[in-house]
């Protein structure tokens, strides 16, 4: 079935500096998205990719949708302690109107 | 209401027990999601709704979950002899539209079975 594994399982950087983390899947996707979950909190979506290839910014994030639609990536510049939390890659289950989650990357910015 | 609200936030039951959940989405969104989140986890899908209809329950773990959205706005999860291992926490999330992937999700209800 479906699978959508996301490397690190965990992060711990310094503030100020880059991020990049993956996620990437047995299967094709069509869609990825990124979110972003606080403690206690539900996800809150980042950003959304909708074709292969597609390289999409917001702000200090920028995401990629890889060309064999089986992997896409997530960067943050210039972290800073906001960006604490775990981050998510999802993408729609064949045929289907909802979301297949990733397994999150955690990460750590250290003031 | 301006985002999808959960309640109640923290719940604790004890094994056997019979338990709700509530979700008042956004408010005009047509489509309405559930999803089990199990600790250092993702989210996964339990069922959807299309205004009223539940058109997938293919994620329901098992037939003591049960959910409804009879008017189209609210939702209930409900959760019958609740088991240790529906400890989780239980997120709702609304769209505008089918196929509008962009969720807008509430915080959740965390409920631990004890």
């Known amino acids: 079935g479906q699978q959508l594994n996301q490397s690190p399982q965990s992060m711990f950087i310094q503030e100020g500096e880059d991020v990049s983390m993956n996620c990437t899947s047995s299967s094709i996707f069509n869609t990825w998205l990124w979110y972003k979950q606080d403690p206690g909190e539900g996800p809150v979506l980042l950003i959304a990719l909708y074709k292969a290839g597609e390289l999409t910014s917001n702000g200090r994030l920028t995401a990629q949708f890889g060309i064999t639609r089986k992997d896409s990536f997530l960067n943050i510049s210039a972290s800073i302690p906001s960006d604490v939390g775990i981050y998510f890659c999802a993408g729609p289950r064949n045929g289907a109107n909802n979301l297949f989650f990733g397994t999150g990357t955690r990460l750590t910015v250290i003031p | 209401g301006a985002g999808v609200s959960q309640s109640p936030r923290y719940k604790v039951a004890k094994r056997g027990q019979d338990v709700a959940l509530r979700c008042d989405p956004i408010?005009?969104?047509?489509?309405l999601f559930w999803y089990q989140q199990a600790l250092g986890q993702g989210p996964e899908f339990l069922t959807y709704f299309q205004n009223e209809a539940q058109l997938d329950k293919s994620g329901l773990p098992s037939d003591r979950f049960f959910a409804e959205r009879p008017e189209g706005s609210v939702s209930t999860l409900k959760i019958q002899r609740t088991q240790q291992e529906d400890s989780a926490v239980y997120l709702c999330?609304?769209?505008?539209?089918?196929?509008?992937?962009?969720?807008?999700f509430g915080s959740g209800t965390r409920l631990t079975v004890v």
């Open positions: 999330a609304s769209s505008l539209f089918d196929r509008d992937y962009g969720y807008t």
């Open positions: 408010s005009g969104h047509v489509s």
